[in-house]
């Protein structure tokens, strides 16, 4: 028998499906997590937009296009938020949601609809595919802040954090070289009076490169960098949500700091670690944004000149505070999207050329088109011509290349 695991969303639905697989294996399935033939698939959805909803109904007719007498479960955000519309699909017998996943796995011959309610940190099963070079390993689920414009904490519930003991029991079981240290609202960590920085700082000894996932302005701290400077292998680099550069949007989308606060963060951050990546999410044509505001965010990414920027247009969330605000036209945020398109590849850019003739290390990971390719612990995509490749590889930045660097091996 053969299951097929597919995901759409987030890097926290990534995890919740290899720990799914996991759960598949030990009953004797071969898994996957790419779409084949299979005898069952789960079908993983996201509701972060109304695109991702849209793509997880149409997901339905793709997984059936591999075997139409397969039969489907579906879990996620998006069955959460409307579990009827995928019930009624062709071919789906079970349906839950976005909260405790891996109860699948005792429910496989159950048909409905069953949506947990009881927020806590669920997961059972150590994700499979342990020999992927890089990881991500949930430590949280769940979301308290309630942005105005935000499902997820509707569908997610509210925060709860994984035990340090569970964390290191994954990590001690990896053969992966690098760790993606994630969750649903990673700066909510907390265990048993363990923030984020203690539980950082508890994985010192590790000899593995540690990254962290999207990160919150108000969790930036000098305990929380000092924690990072203990790692054995630490990659600086920091996804910091941003959204807009206006405080007065910020206010509206119910952020909890302004303009000033955020860039304050980079500043600590730029002191401690001057080389490293930042990233960031923005959010264009929020309703109350006029073109003063988005001109303020303009100029605070030219400011602080984010290595990368994540740019998509609101989406109305029915059931969030934004959805009955006047919406901007189409031709509106289209037009200021392209605009702060061309500020991402002209700051990524110059990201690039500050590293040209340097030296960095580079975790290898695939071959594609001739080109071993890889990430630095600066999030930069590398791409090196050679015969064989793999590991963390020391390698000097030539030039920049499609969305990253032409490099070359020094070792």
Known sequence: MKAVVFTLGCKVNACESASLMQGLYELGYEVSDKLSYADLYILNTCAVTKEAEKKSRQAISRIRSFNENAKIIVTGCASQRDPEVFLNKEGVYLVTGAINKDKIISLLSCNGIFLETEDRYYEKYLPYGQLKTRCYVKVEDGCNNFCSYCIIPYLRGRCRSRSVESIKNELNNLTAKEAVITGINLSAYNYNGMDLADLIESLQNYDLRIRLGSLEESVISDKLL?????????????????????????????????????????????EVYPDCAITTDIIVGFPTETENDFEETLNLCKEVDFSDIHCFVFSPREGTVA???????????????????????????KFVNKFIGRELSVLIEEEKDGYFEGYTQNYIRCYIKSQSLSGIKKVKVLQPFKDGALCEVLD
């Open 226 to 270: 000092l924690a990072t400077q203990k790692l054995k292998d630490f990659a600086p680099h920091f996804h910091l949500c941003l959204q807009s550069g206006s405080s007065k949007v910020l206010k509206d989308m119910n952020r909890h700091y302004d303009r000033n606060e955020f860039m304050d963060c980079i500043k600590k951050v730029r």
């Open 323 to 349: 959805y009955k605000l006047p919406k901007l036209s189409s031709q509106i945020t289209d037009e200021r999207l392209n605009r702060l398109m061309e500020v991402k590849r002209q700051s990524k850019l």
